[in-house]
């Protein structure tokens, strides 16, 4: 059978393989989700990191491309998006509801018993779990905050 040429230069010019590709998207939706969206400038620091973890001296080292990035965001699509930052001041008065309070505490709870590479936490590594983290007012940007697709805002603490 014949290949796709995308096909098969998604499978012999990408910096990530398959799996790594599916555990960064995990990821950057799992930031977006706990309020600490990635922007594009993080995205790549953290793909630069696996690829030198992987590569070594034959990633450069520059890192991926000026718009690697974009790039990913677009070709996940399915996946991910680029959202302009809400700060959390606003909105978490009004989301200040049961469901939310439980879904936070259920959140906390997985992190606690499995944030440490699957293993609990250790207690001096817990701090300012009581606090929020946001700054009224404050937390605009004009960087672009990365999340799950389908979302009609992303909110960063």
């Known amino acids: 059978g ?13 910096w990530l393989t398959p799996t790594e590709t599916d555990k960064v998207i995990e990821y950057v ?18 793909v630069d990191e696996i690829c030198r973890a992987q590569l070594g001296d034959a990633f450069p080292q520059s890192g991926v491309g000026k718009n690697w990035t974009q790039h990913f965001v677009e ?16 909105a978490c ?6 469901t939310t309070n439980k879904a936070w505490f259920e959140m ?24 929020t983290g946001i700054q009224p007012g404050g937390g605009s940007t004009q960087e672009r905050a990365l999340g799950s697709a389908g979302m009609q805002v992303q909110y960063q603490q």
């Open 108 to 131: 906390l709870k997985d992190v606690l018993e499995s944030g440490d590479n699957n293993k609990p936490m250790a207690p001096e590594c817990i701090w300012g779990v009581d606090e």
């Open 75 to 90: 070709k996940h699509s399915d996946h991910l998006r680029a959202y302009r930052a809400h700060s959390l001041d606003t």
């Open 2 to 14: 014949r290949v796709q040429l995308s096909e098969f230069n998604s499978s012999t010019k990408s």
């Open 29 to 46: 939706v799992e930031m977006a989700r706990r309020g600490f969206p990635l922007s594009h400038k993080r995205l790549k620091e953290h």
């Open 93 to 98: 008065g009004r989301a200040m509801n049961p």
